[in-house]
């Protein structure tokens, strides 16, 4: 191999990780790795998190294909990336494979969890072979691993590797091209065009492509008869998302202008890194404290309002939300809201389950970081913190490093301090074996590392990996099975949690209406009952901006006044919601 060859081949490694990066395909998780074309018992692997930066070969590690050693005996000093082992085993067991991306999608999760193969459509899927493998991580965990869905471990990336091996499965058979292996969450296996944005949503009935034909058939749709058993059942759920929050000036994760989209180093924090990790928490608590004071001055935006007028006239039976903002209960306090995600307004003791005050904590938060604090209220008068911008940010004189990691001047995120459970530490908890915590403070009450991990304060909603309470779900569920109709308001369903709730309504009968820009995952199933003639009495499905619709939706209804159990549901009294 000439140095020109050399040269080629690191200037397509580094122009794969940027096509990775361009389509935000392995944003924070996913990496691109590469065999070495002149040993082929090595592999490069990069060693930072954001394939957009990465320029040379300086950014990789090379690793031995066979136990997974560094090459370089000085390169052990770096922490290698903890999913590196997927990679190994694949170039250990399949020699002809040269490159191999992994990737987190969550279209594909729905394949793993059913069991409902996945199998080729087209002749642009031939790739996937006759039948795409699952592999499910659970059945290979040994004792006392930790079970977090990470491929982290030289026996669990063998055991994916050997996942590929059917005999009739493309993945293992020599082609032409560099072949691409693709690792999901979860353990299902496909090329990555799969995971590509959702579909543009079909507009039903297709009147309701313009505002006033939307409005028309959501009056059709709110006031209808219900077609089902109990005849009791009249009114309408709402589940709403991240969508209906963006007119309060709070980006949403996926939107042209989301956290997603404008910061690509975006990374949320998991649960079990968070409760793991005192250097994690704080970070956590670092970027917290920064973004807190414009999160708790943002308020409920028209289309809250508008839900609240719903709520008064008599049409909707509660709300389920996935936003952690609070605005929900600040805009109908009288109408129930269940807040499926928690919210941000607490922070809760993950040992003893008391809650505080945000705002409290916030200021416990400033006297504990004093150097901090200042630098809060200069990009506070700045106004950098209003914008989610990264380059109108940096123009306020607030600079982030690659990790997305505001850099405050003279401080590092090492120095930053989080108070202990006050709860916790005046009356120190047992373990079930009857031993004493013992929560070591410093001299200000900030938590340090000693023996115990109790008393650690968290935001009170629901992590990334963490697992929504049993008491929460079947809330959801019962606010669901006591209406007669969901409407969906903002939400592209991304999560299981909401999607599942409305496949629940669904399968009882009730018809499904959903306002929301962009696609929603697997939405078609929600209409397919639909005819031509539909009015959006069945269901529906546009796509407008919710504060500027949900208002005249809401003069609409009361110039029509169609309401037949307005005056009796505004005469019952208020009976606070079991989650309340
Ligand atoms: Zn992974
Ligand atoms: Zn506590």
Redesign the pocket.
């Known amino acids: 191999m000439s140095s020109t060859d050399i040269a080629q081949f690191w200037c397509s490694v580094v122009t794969a990780n940027h096509v990775l990066d361009y389509f935000s395909l392995v944003t924070g998780?996913?990496h691109f790795s590469a065999r070495n074309p002149l040993t082929n018992t090595t592999f490069f692997h990069n060693i930072v998190d954001t394939p957009g930066t990465i320029t040379s070969s300086s950014n990789f590690i090379e690793f031995n294909v066979y136990n997974g050693a560094p090459v370089a005996s000085n390169s052990t000093s770096i922490s290698p990336y903890s999913?590196m082992w997927?990679h190994q085993a694949i170039y250990k067991r399949y020699p002809s494979i040269n490159a191999v991306v992994?990737s987190?999608s969550r279209a594909v999760l729905p394949f793993a969890n059913t069991g409902v193969p996945l199998v080729p459509q087209l002749h642009l899927d031939g790739v996937l072979g006759d039948q795409v493998p699952v592999f499910d991580i659970a059945e290979y965990y040994r004792p006392n691993e930790t079970h977090d869905f990470?491929?982290n471990l030289p026996h669990l990336g063998a055991a994916l590797a050997d996942t590929f091996s059917t005999p009739e499965n493309n993945a293992t058979k020599k082609n032409s091209e560099q072949e691409q292996t693709v690792?999901m969450?979860g353990g299902q296996l496909m090329r990555i065009p799969y995971t590509a944005p959702l579909p543009a949503p079909t507009i039903i009935p297709s009147a309701a492509a313009s505002v006033s034909g939307a409005i028309a058939a959501l009056t059709d749709f709110l006031t209808s008869t219900p077609q089902l058993r109990n005849k009791n059942k009249d009114k309408t759920v709402l589940l709403t998302g991240a969508g209906i929050s963006v007119a309060s000036g709070l980006a949403d994760y996926r939107g042209t202008k989301g956290t997603y989209t404008l910061n690509k180093t975006y990374r949320p924090i998991y649960f079990h890194e968070f409760v793991a990790n005192h250097a994690a928490r704080k970070r956590y608590w670092a970027r917290s404290f920064l973004g807190w004071t414009n999160l708790n001055k943002s308020k409920p935006n028209p289309a809250h309002k508008a839900v609240a007028d719903l709520g008064r006239m008599g049409y909707l039976s509660s709300v389920i939300t996935q936003n952690v903002d609070s605005f929900h209960p600040q805009a109908h306090p009288s109408l129930r809201t269940l807040e499926l995600h928690g919210y941000l307004r607490s922070a809760v003791c993950t040992t003893c389950r008391t809650e505080y005050d945000r705002q409290l904590f916030q200021n416990d938060l400033a006297a504990l970081n004093p150097a901090w604090s200042d630098f809060l209220n200069e990009m506070l008068a700045s106004g950098a913190l209003t914008t989610e911008n990264p380059d109108e940010r940096r123009r306020l004189g607030l600079k982030t490093n690659p990790d997305g990691d505001v850099d405050v001047p003279g401080v590092d995120y090492a120095t930053f301090r989080y108070p202990a459970c006050p709860t916790c530490l005046a009356k120190p908890p047992q373990d079930k074996d009857g031993k004493k915590h013992v929560i070591e403070v410093d001299v200000d009450g900030a938590w340090v590392a000693g023996n115990s991990t109790a008393g650690i304060l968290k935001p009170n909603v629901i992590m990334f990996g963490e697992s929504i309470p049993d008491t929460t779900k079947t809330a959801a569920e019962l606010a669901i099975d006591e209406a007669s109709r969901v409407l969906v308001l903002g939400s592209s369903l991304a999560t299981y949690s909401a999607w599942r709730l409305v496949k629940r309504a669904r399968e009882q009968g009730m018809p499904i209406g959903i306002v929301n820009i962009g696609g929603v995952r697997g939405e078609e199933q929600f209409f397919s009952h639909l005819g031509e003639n539909s009015t959006g009495k069945d269901g529906l499905r546009c796509a407008h901006i919710l504060e500027e619709m949900l208002p005249n939706l809401v003069k609409e209804l009361g110039q029509k006044n169609t309401t037949p159990f307005a005056s009796s549901a505004m005469a019952r009294p208020f009976v606070p919601a079991p989650w309340a």
């Open positions: 998780y996913g999913e997927i992994h987190h990470l491929v690792e969450v």
